[in-house]
């Protein structure tokens, strides 16, 4: 912040000497009325930069941007005709032997006067527009930087919020798994246990960057793939095919896994036969996400989920990657199938 406003004062300071010296460098290699530069350049500019100054600091803020636009323009038109009136006296007392209009006897003195009067309240004028100009600029740039971080606020909030939301939901999911598991086969459910808890590790401490590596998170897949596996029967297959190239492509954490859950969720039975297809390919910074599952809907008394996963997920993709993702699911000859495309 105070970089920032030594740079402001040295842009103006630079501004006036350049205004301030113009006439010297118009001048250059003649002999100027120095009289002359002082009376009717030198002084108005001062007065000048003082009415701009005079807005810039106090009445733009004080009065215009509080709409009280009439004591503004009552205020400056005062503010003008005391410096049109200073610089009169200033010509009178210092610089007697200049003319400062054209002089004459006869009725044709009227209208110069008007047009001295007019050009020189647009002159003063200038200033005061000037000011407003840059004024309403920089009250636009903040307003305009705070609606973005507000917005921005909001989007941290509402994805911190959904994360929050997902972890939970893949807990809850892991654990029927479990319960599932502890009668029919304590060993395969102590496994599981300590399989779910490298997964949590994971969950805790690996995802609170925004991106990661899509290698890590291929890894984490894997092993919640594992995981599932040993609750399932020689009835479903699962077929698994990740991709050994483009692994450096940063990924936003725990995109893909709301859709292997919803799979091993909706695609097993444990009296017919089904087949889980989980495969992803990279290529050019694009990453393409499909899966397969028989379609085996869940019955009203059946809990294991809250059906958040993938609402949340469309969620996160509609905030993370705008405009930068497609996804498509569909029920097919008793085939549910899902393909999501991520620029990253």
Known sequence: ????????????????????????????????DINRLIAHFLIPMLFYAIIFYLNFFILIDKFLFPKKTLRFILINLVAIAFFMFLKEQIEDIFFQDLARRPSSDNTKEGPPIK???????????????????????????????????????????????LRYQLQPHFFFNSLNNIYSLVDISPEKAKSTIHSLSKLMRYLLYETKSETVPLSKEMEFMRKYIDLMRLRLTDKTRVEVDF??????????PLLFISLIENAFKH????????????????ENGIVSFSIKNKNFPKTETDRSGSGIGLQNLEKRLQLLYPGRHSFEKKVENGMYSVHLKIEA
């Open 267 to 282: 695609g097993v039975s444990a009296q017919e036969e089904g087949v889980i297809s989980i495969k992803m390919t990279v």
């Open 115 to 161: 047009l001295f009067l007019y050009v020189q309240m647009i002159s003063y004028a200038a200033p005061v527009l000037f000011s407003i100009a840059i004024k309403t600029t920089k009250q636009w740039m903040r307003t305009e930087a705070e609606r973005k971080e507000a917005i921005n606020f909001k989007l941290q909030t509402e994805l911190q919020h």
């Open 243 to 252: 991709p050994t190239e483009g692994q450096h492509v940063q990924v936003v």
């Open 1 to 32: 912040m105070y970089k920032n406003k030594k740079i402001i004062f040295f842009q103006h300071l630079l501004i006036w000497l350049v205004l301030f010296s113009m006439p010297y460098i118009l001048s250059y290699g003649q002999d100027p």
